[in-house]
T-cell receptor, first 116, second 114 residues
Framework: ETGVTQTPRHLVMGMTNKKSLKCEQH?????MYWYKQSAKKPLELMFV???????ENNSVPSRFSPECPNSSHLFLHLHTLQPEDSALYLC???????????????FGQGTRLTVV | AQKVTQAQTEISVVEKEDVTLDCVYE???????LFWYKQPPSGELVFLIR??????QNEISGRYSWNFQKSTSSFNFTITASQVVDSAVYFC???????????FGAGTRLTVKP
């Protein structure tokens, strides 16, 4: 059983919809991340939260809006997405606040998002 | 910026064969970390190994072994006596000590046939 849980596992949404992806980690970690995995590109880091503060935003379009209410929960709010946003969205957590590379990250199973 | 190249897009082997997955990286930092992750069909990335740039010792864990060579900027992964359960996509990743980004390679899809 994974220590990082993502819901929903699958999501189909129209371009005018608003939806949210949820991530919960049960590992006591203090950093959480959103990654995007699409068929055409390698895994891309989208957002980094350390101690509930956003520390990294890799030029992600504003139609993706993250929220980290506490160290165990991370959300990705979606609105007016495009078909090219269809991808697997992976959440991860780690213990080290110094950077994602200083210790291993634990990943959830992802949300498979399809934008129609 | 750091870069990871996994030149092998797909590899197919028959059970019990040995297989090596290649990973070549680029970085300007002297302190960095290298990783291998396994992504089974269920989707989650499973951590396999983390190696820092100052430790070039090769590592063996059961049927898995890793060969880190700074001279060629490579961090290759070998599975000995492969099994069907090893079928997955394997990602090599690099993180520099100076930033928060873990840069992944494109992945190698390994299929082990019975």
């Amino acid at each position: 059983e994974t220590g990082v849980t993502q819901t929903p596992r699958h999501l189909v949404m129209g371009m005018t919809n608003k939806k949210s992806l949820k991530c919960e980690q049960h590992l006591g970690h203090n950093a959480m991340y959103w990654y995007k995995q699409s068929a055409k590109k390698p895994l891309e880091l989208m957002f980094v939260y350390s101690l509930e503060e956003r520390v990294e935003n890799n030029s992600v379009p504003s139609r993706f809006s993250p929220e980290c209410p506490n160290s165990s929960h991370l959300f990705l709010h979606l609105h007016t997405l495009q078909p090219e946003d269809s991808a697997l969205y992976l959440c991860a957590s780690s213990q080290d606040t110094q950077g994602v590379g200083n210790t291993e990250a634990f990943f959830g199973q992802g949300t498979r998002l399809t934008v129609v | 910026a750091q870069k990871v190249t996994q030149a092998q897009t797909e590899i197919s082997v028959v059970e019990k064969e040995d297989v090596t997955l290649d990973c070549v990286y680029e970085t300007r930092d002297t302190t960095y970390y290298l990783f291998w992750y396994k992504q089974p069909p269920s989707g989650e990335l499973v951590f396999l190994i983390r190696r820092n740039s100052f430790d070039e010792q090769n590592e063996i864990s059961g049927r898995y072994s890793w060969n880190f060579q700074k001279s060629t900027s490579s961090f290759n992964f070998t599975i000995t006596a492969s099994q069907v359960v090893d079928s997955a996509v394997y990602f090599c990743a690099l993180s520099e000590a100076t930033n928060n980004d873990m840069r992944f390679g494109a992945g190698t899809r390994l299929t082990v046939k019975p």
